[in-house]
């Protein structure tokens, strides 16, 4: 069988679930996938590697490849490599990323564009996918294609050898062939999936009896409005193209404990887990703002947790209990919910590779599991709708999970799954005839993700405290019914701070402080830059609207113990660019910065209101932080191209971190006299050189 290998990189697990499907679809074109995390170097050799090569990449929000790539990336970056190193590699490369962040898809395009640079060339163009419309728009054509693109190359490679022998790798490297392209581009991928006809590709897995006849279903159903559970024509009356079934791979069996046995999942047993208690409960904005902002102080006194100004840590934090129970009643598995899971491989399961998911720990109880390791909220993939096909029994259900999960249906998935962010709680309360095995769930749920947040204090400034802040995130869900929810980290963050926030409610002083105040999960985040320079001479521009201000809080706290420290240093100007709605409402650290700037902590504090309306004859101020960054344009150019400043951004990705991105383009080819080309080069020196440094999040 001809053999290629694949390789991925990822972060939260995106890559991989891609990198696996296109290893299970391997074998039904008649090729063998060699898959590996791109970490694991020592089970594959580019040096000596002969077989074409996939890479699937996804992206972090900062721009660069996922933490499993890093040592990968170091390494081909070696510049004593010569330009011809990875001459005999052929690959393609599927990147992953979000267009909502400023650097889309830049993992991939990283590492795409140093195989080149070392002499690599593609037998299949590079794919893009964007998450903020939908992975699965590009991912779908560039898999489809794929394998007639691994056929071309090992025809055209046996051609060759017919014809003069095993080429060695300079000869190879002389025989250059066009890659072959994805069979649609992004843009014609979209329209493909969109376009609600009979006419999706052949190769496909095809309804035949299993189908609803389609003049049928859409004879009963054309009156009504398409939602999640009812199409409307063309679709209801479409023939449809659905994923192959995936193989199940796991057996489930459910033990009762034993008397006295302790099966609930220890969360601090994991590495670098620690359990603190909530010490001091803030709410910074008043009732009538848009957003509920918190802040939360933590006791890490007993513990060795450590983070420095500018580090982000994570939040460990369960499922909502009420949404655990209610799918142990759907699941009928109420009175077993104390059970401990055993989990075991089937025998002959066609899945390849299948391994015991590392995120359920063993001998846990069901509950314990389904509260702290899988996220039943995750928008189901299409892979996971086509298996509860077959676990539904009204045959108008069936239908309808058949039409989500196939190419037809992109439009409705995307409208009524994703964009709606269905769950799997949701699913089988619009779908009551749907009854998968737990082992189902276990096998399609991902990991339960911790959170991150920014450390919103020094530890020069609060000794043994962590302080955080978040907006308590709200949202509707579209499912059958409008649903109000809160986010699932925030949600419950905020629940456990109710009693510290209710006014006339005190902790008790001394030893019983600990034991009364509500305790959560924390660990520790991978390092990253977005530290103060080591320099403390250094200007440093800080720009931070809303909750974004958090790690500036930490910066301006640790800078002002050093200067009280070391009086006689020479400290570097810092600006904060801070924005919110209004003045009056969410304000975050008004009385922290104004001390800060008041003391020469904070050189420059620049503030706009995006709500709020000039009184009378007052000029209209800045409305957002990027145009207050344009009325100080000079003195920001001459921070970071004369003065060997840094800037710092964090905050939203989907707007702001971008158009700041934009502004500083402008300034710079507005203020050093550029082309906006030459103003981005500088720009990304500046990223390079972790002077212009980013903590961005959607």
């Given at each position: 069988?001809?053999?290629?290998?694949?390789?991925?990189?990822?972060?939260?697990?995106?890559?991989?679930?891609?990198?696996?499907?296109?290893?299970?679809?391997?074998?039904?074109?008649?090729?063998?996938?060699?898959?590996?995390?791109?970490?694991?170097?020592?089970?594959?050799?580019?040096?000596?590697?002969?077989?074409?090569?996939?890479?699937?990449?996804?992206?972090?929000?900062?721009?660069?490849?996922?933490?499993?790539?890093?040592?990968?990336?170091?390494?081909?970056?070696?510049?004593?490599?010569?330009?011809?190193?990875?001459?005999?590699?052929?690959?393609?490369?599927?990147?992953?990323?979000?267009?909502?962040?400023?650097?889309?898809?830049?993992?991939?395009?990283?590492?795409?564009?140093?195989?080149?640079?070392?002499?690599?060339?593609?037998?299949?163009?590079?794919?893009?996918?964007?998450?903020?419309?939908?992975?699965?728009?590009?991912?779908?054509?560039?898999?489809?294609?794929?394998?007639?693109?691994?056929?071309?190359?090992?025809?055209?490679?046996?051609?060759?050898?017919?014809?003069?022998?095993?080429?060695?790798?300079?000869?190879?490297?002389?025989?250059?062939?066009?890659?072959?392209?994805?069979?649609?581009?992004?843009?014609?991928?979209?329209?493909?999936?969109?376009?609600?006809?009979?006419?999706?590709?052949?190769?496909?897995?095809?309804?035949?009896?299993?189908?609803?006849?389609?003049?049928?279903?859409?004879?009963?159903?054309?009156?009504?409005?398409?939602?999640?559970?009812?199409?409307?024509?063309?679709?209801?009356?479409?023939?449809?193209?659905?994923?192959?079934?995936?193989?199940?791979?796991?057996?489930?069996?459910?033990?009762?404990?034993?008397?006295?046995?302790?099966?609930?999942?220890?969360?601090?047993?994991?590495?670098?887990?620690?359990?603190?208690?909530?010490?001091?409960?803030?709410?910074?904005?008043?009732?009538?703002?848009?957003?509920?902002?918190?802040?939360?102080?933590?006791?890490?006194?007993?513990?060795?947790?450590?983070?420095?100004?500018?580090?982000?840590?994570?939040?460990?934090?369960?499922?909502?209990?009420?949404?655990?129970?209610?799918?142990?009643?759907?699941?009928?598995?109420?009175?077993?919910?104390?059970?401990?899971?055993?989990?075991?491989?089937?025998?002959?399961?066609?899945?390849?590779?299948?391994?015991?998911?590392?995120?359920?720990?063993?001998?846990?109880?069901?509950?314990?599991?389904?509260?702290?390791?899988?996220?039943?909220?995750?928008?189901?993939?299409?892979?996971?709708?086509?298996?509860?096909?077959?676990?539904?029994?009204?045959?108008?259900?069936?239908?309808?999970?058949?039409?989500?999960?196939?190419?037809?249906?992109?439009?409705?998935?995307?409208?009524?799954?994703?964009?709606?962010?269905?769950?799997?709680?949701?699913?089988?309360?619009?779908?009551?005839?749907?009854?998968?095995?737990?082992?189902?769930?276990?096998?399609?749920?991902?990991?339960?993700?911790?959170r991150p947040y920014s450390c919103a204090s020094s530890s020069l400034f609060h000794p043994g405290k962590l302080r955080f802040v978040f907006n308590v995130v709200e949202f509707l869900s579209y499912t059958p019914a409008v649903v109000l929810r809160k986010g699932l980290c925030t949600g419950w963050l905020a629940a456990q701070a109710t009693s510290l926030l209710q006014p006339g409610v005190h902790l008790s002083p001394a030893d019983d402080r600990t034991a009364l105040a509500p305790q959560i999960f924390i660990s520790p985040r991978a390092t990253n830059s977005f530290h103060l320079p080591d320099d403390p001479a250094?200007?440093?521009?800080?720009?931070?609207?809303?909750?974004?201000?958090?790690?500036?809080?930490?910066?301006?706290?640790?800078?002002?113990?050093?200067?009280?420290?070391?009086?006689?240093?020479?400290?570097?100007?810092?600006?904060?660019?801070?924005?919110?709605?209004?003045?009056?409402?969410?304000?975050?650290?008004?009385?922290?910065?104004?001390?800060?700037?008041?003391?020469?902590?904070?050189?420059?504090?620049?503030?706009?209101?995006?709500?709020?309306?000039?009184?009378?004859?007052?000029?209209?101020?800045?409305?957002?932080?990027?145009?207050?960054?344009?009325?100080?344009?000079?003195?920001?150019?001459?921070?970071?191209?004369?003065?060997?400043?840094?800037?710092?951004?964090?905050?939203?990705?989907?707007?702001?971190?971008?158009?700041?991105?934009?502004?500083?383009?402008?300034?710079?080819?507005?203020?050093a006299g550029v082309e906006k080309l030459e103003a981005m080069k500088t720009l990304a020196t500046l990223k390079e050189e972790k002077r212009y440094l980013q903590d961005v999040w959607s």
């Open positions: 069988m001809r053999r290629f290998l694949l390789l991925y990189a990822t972060q939260q697990g995106q890559a991989k679930a891609i990198a696996e499907e296109i290893c299970e679809q391997a074998a039904t074109h008649g090729f063998s996938a060699d898959l590996h995390c791109i970490s694991e170097s020592d089970k594959y050799n580019l040096k000596t590697e002969t077989a074409p090569l996939v890479v699937v990449v996804s992206t972090t929000g900062t721009g660069d490849p996922p933490d499993t790539a890093r040592r990968f990336v170091k390494e081909i970056h070696d510049k004593t490599l010569p330009a011809g190193f990875f001459a005999h590699l052929q690959y393609g490369l599927l990147g992953l990323g979000d267009s909502e962040y400023t650097y889309f898809c830049n993992g991939g395009k990283i590492i795409d564009r140093r195989l080149q640079e070392l002499g690599a060339r593609h037998f299949y163009d590079t794919g893009h996918a964007d998450d903020c419309v939908g992975l699965e728009l590009v991912v779908e054509p560039w898999i489809d294609g794929l394998w007639a693109a691994l056929t071309k190359h090992f025809t055209s490679r046996r051609g060759k050898e017919d014809v003069g022998g095993a080429p060695t790798v300079a000869a190879n490297a002389s025989l250059r062939t066009d890659p072959v392209k994805p069979a649609v581009s992004h843009i014609e991928s979209q329209i493909e999936l969109l376009r609600l006809d009979d006419s999706g590709g052949r190769d496909s897995q095809a309804l035949g009896q299993d189908t609803v006849n389609g003049g049928q279903t859409g004879a009963l159903i054309e009156d009504f409005e398409p939602s999640l559970i009812c199409s409307g024509p063309p679709l209801s009356r479409a023939s449809l193209s659905i994923p192959a079934l995936p193989p199940e791979y796991l057996k489930v069996r459910l033990q009762e404990p034993l008397a006295q046995e302790e099966s609930r999942l220890s969360v601090t047993s994991v590495d670098s887990v620690f359990q603190v208690p909530i010490s001091k409960a803030v709410q910074l904005t008043t009732n009538d703002a848009v957003k509920t902002t918190l802040l939360l102080e933590l006791d890490i006194s007993k513990t060795d947790f450590s983070c420095q100004p500018g580090d982000a840590f994570h939040v460990v934090c369960p499922n909502s209990e009420e949404e655990v129970q209610s799918l142990l009643q759907r699941l009928q598995l109420t009175d077993q919910r104390e059970h401990r899971i055993l989990l075991e491989i089937k025998e002959n399961t066609r899945k390849k590779g299948a391994a015991l998911p590392p995120h359920i720990p063993e001998s846990c109880s069901l509950q314990s599991i389904l509260t702290w390791c899988l996220e039943i909220r995750a928008v189901p993939k299409k892979a996971f709708l086509r298996a509860l096909v077959d676990y539904t029994s009204d045959v108008a259900e069936r239908r309808r999970l058949q039409e989500l999960c196939s190419k037809q249906g992109a439009a409705d998935y995307t409208r009524f799954v994703r964009d709606a962010r269905v769950g799997l709680g949701d699913l089988l309360h619009a779908f009551p005839t749907c009854r998968p095995p737990l082992s189902l769930l276990l096998e399609h749920l991902p990991k339960l993700q911790p250094v200007p440093v521009i800080m720009v931070g609207p809303g909750t974004g201000v958090a790690p500036f809080i930490s910066f301006l706290q640790h800078r002002e113990k050093l200067q009280e420290q070391h009086p006689d240093r020479n400290f570097g100007a810092m600006w904060l660019f801070f924005g919110c709605r209004h003045k009056d409402r969410d304000y975050l650290f008004r009385d922290e910065l104004r001390h800060f700037l008041k003391h020469g902590v904070l050189t420059h504090l620049k503030v706009s209101f995006s709500r709020d309306v000039p009184v009378g004859e007052e000029a209209a101020p800045a409305k957002y932080v990027q145009d207050n960054l344009q009325l100080h344009s000079k003195q920001v150019a001459r921070i970071l191209l004369q003065e060997n400043g840094s800037v710092y951004v964090c905050g939203d990705a989907k707007n702001m971190a971008k158009d700041v991105n934009d502004t500083l383009v402008e300034i710079i080819s507005k203020e």
